[in-house]
Every structure is written in structure tokens, then in C-alpha cells.
Nanobody, 128 residues
Framework: QVRLVESGGGSVQAGGSLRLSCAAS????????VGWFRQAPGKEREGIAC????????YYQDSVKGRFTISRDNAKNTVYLQMNSLRSEDTAVYYC?????????????????????WGQGTQVTVSS
């Protein structure tokens, strides 16, 4: 069964850090681009970061650029999102998903229709 599982969410004060993990099972992740998305209450899901499968190029939404870093460990079949300098507006459920087509390049803004194998999400709460 192909699936992605997010972990690492939690509650943190503004200015703090968290590292989210996206672990894949049932398929090898290294040839696929992986995106991180988030959805705050009452808002649409937005793509905030992506790492390509073919050339490891990265995309960041402006709101997280310079604060968040996406990386991957192919040996662990896992993609990470390091989140620093967290703000209250970063509070959301965070999801990871893989490109539907292997070797796709991350191009922003991320289109959720181009991603699949969505995880169940992990809650991130930042208090000010």
C-alpha cells in the first residue's frame, strides 16, 4: 500500500522550531518530488515547500522562505521540513504529498491536483 505518514508536529512558542517528517511506505520516494502543504482553519490548503525528485531543486512559498528548509534522506525514504522562527500564522495542519508523476520538477505555486498519496496531516500550533 502506497502511503505517506507525517510526524513531528506539536505546540511551540513563537520563535521556536519544529522538524516535520514525511515517511513513505509502499514505494520508493527518491524519484518523486514531494511537497509540503498546510491548511489553517477556514482557509484553503496551500503549498509551502517542495523538493524535486530529479534534480533536488526546491521551491518555497514567500511566506516561509528563509525560515523553512525542505530536505530528503533517500536512505530513509523520508522528506523533512525544518521550520525555524515560527510565527502564530504558521499554525495549521501540515500535509505532505508526492508528485503523481516521477521526476517532476517543483514549480510554484504548487498545484494540489499534481500531487497524490496524501498523508493524514500533523498539527502545528504556534502560540504568541
Amino acid at each position: 500500500q502506497v502511503r505517506l505518514v507525517e510526524s513531528g508536529g506539536g505546540s511551540v512558542q513563537a520563535g521556536g522550531s519544529l522538524r516535520l517528517s514525511c515517511a513513505a511506505s509502499g514505494f520508493t520516494l527518491d524519484s518523486y518530488g514531494v511537497g509540503w502543504f498546510r491548511q489553517a482553519p477556514g482557509k484553503e490548503r496551500e503549498g509551502i515547500a517542495c523538493i524535486s525528485g530529479i534534480d533536488r531543486s526546491r521551491y518555497y512559498q514567500d511566506s516561509v522562505k528563509g525560515r523553512f528548509t525542505i530536505s530528503r534522506d533517500n536512505a530513509k525514504n523520508t522528506v523533512y521540513l525544518q521550520m525555524n522562527s515560527l510565527r502564530s500564522e504558521d499554525t495549521a495542519v501540515y500535509y505532505c504529498a508526492a508528485h503523481l508523476r516521477p521526476q517532476s520538477i517543483c514549480v510554484g505555486p504548487l498545484n494540489t491536483d499534481k500531487f497524490g498519496s496524501w498523508g493524514q496531516g500533523t498539527q502545528v500550533t504556534v502560540s504568541s
